[in-house]
């Protein structure tokens, strides 16, 4: 049991170090072994870096660290055991690598050479500036802290407190009756002159009265039609514009978007000329053949595929035409007896039922659904006809 216990803690002293620092000297401590693989401090503090910060947390300590370096063992014995498996040369897995690693390198260059290289010049950031002038003034805005009292005696012995050298903050939670901030050592959040705020009895020419405080004084006792109050100002704001350095960031920001859509559309101009490309758009903006044209088609080819297509090109560019319902059928019919796919002739005779419910063809497609597939009765002919009108 001694021997164990002692193994543990010696694992975890090492795991310790690489936090530490300790055994930097001597060079990078091998930590664990999977057959010839090597797990190193830095291999550890490299993947630990790579966690969430509640993970890191979670893994953090001597045994936290432990615990992370045995998953990182079990992750190796897995991978070895996959490669010898054979996995590695699975075809899918090698697509998807290769589909990361594309992805990847794709976003690797738009952040480096495009994103990464695009700059907001000076001289639009000014105009940009000027331009939304409104958008860059503020309103005057208080922040400040109070302690409520019932009492003038209660409210100017907490100030006494205070500048004996108590915290505002300590008072605040000792004395104050406002519950909404006494846990808060007695801080509100930021109040616009103009505003009000009626929960602690303060309305807009009293909050007007605190800008004339300085910011960290500590004021004598005020009345409120609350209580009695002592406020010590934390942080004003005068109104106005704000300054272009302040501002800086944030309109860059909105002008970036569109200044690095200019370079990826510059960008790909260029690399287009670099690597010769060519797009033969003639074979999706060709002028597309009339619906009496690809119903003749139909008619007069032998061939099933090209039928199938012409039959498919009228129904999907003359959904309304004279010709779509009976294009519809032979659609189901071609699929059904040439092709012998019936499920998806089943779903193009559906499909005229609900598309065409009024065609003649109607009667023959429930007759197929009912029928295909099956020896005909003798002598029995199919109801209505496949033929054109």
Known sequence: MRTKVFALLAAALAVVCLASGCGKKQGDVVVARVGNVSIKQSDLAERLAELPDFA???FSGPRGNLEFLNNLVEEEILYQAARQAGFEKDPEIAKVLEATKRRLMI????RADIEGKTEIPED????????????????????FRHIMTSTYDAAKEARR??????????????????????????????????DSLPEIGLDAAFIERLFGWKVGETTDPVRSSKGWHV?????????????????RDAIVKTLKPAKVRERYDATIEELKKKYRVTVNEEVFTGAIPSEEELFTRAQQTSDTAERMDAYLQLVLNYPEGQYADDAQFMIGFIQ??????????????RRLLEKYPDSELAESARW??????????????????TGGR
């Open 368 to 385: 197929m659904l009912d029928n295909m597939g099956k020896e005909p009765p003798a002598f029995q002919n199919m109801p209505g006809g």
């Open 161 to 194: 407190r205070v500048l004996a050298g108590e915290t505002f903050d300590d008072v605040a939670r000792a004395v104050s009756i406002d519950q909404r901030t006494k846990g808060a050592g007695g801080l509100m959040s930021s109040v616009y002159l103009g």
């Open 124 to 143: 639009e950031i000014v105009a940009y500036y000027n331009e939304y002038d409104e958008a860059f003034r503020q309103r005057a805005r208080i922040k």
């Open 336 to 349: 059904s007896e040439e092709l012998h796919d019936y499920e998806a002739a089943g779903n193009a005779f």
């Open 107 to 110: 976003q690797a260059y738009y």
């Open 231 to 247: 406020f010590r100002i934390e942080e004003k704001q005068e109104a106005g514009r704000q300054a272009l350095d302040e501002v």
């Open 56 to 58: 890191q947390r979670q």
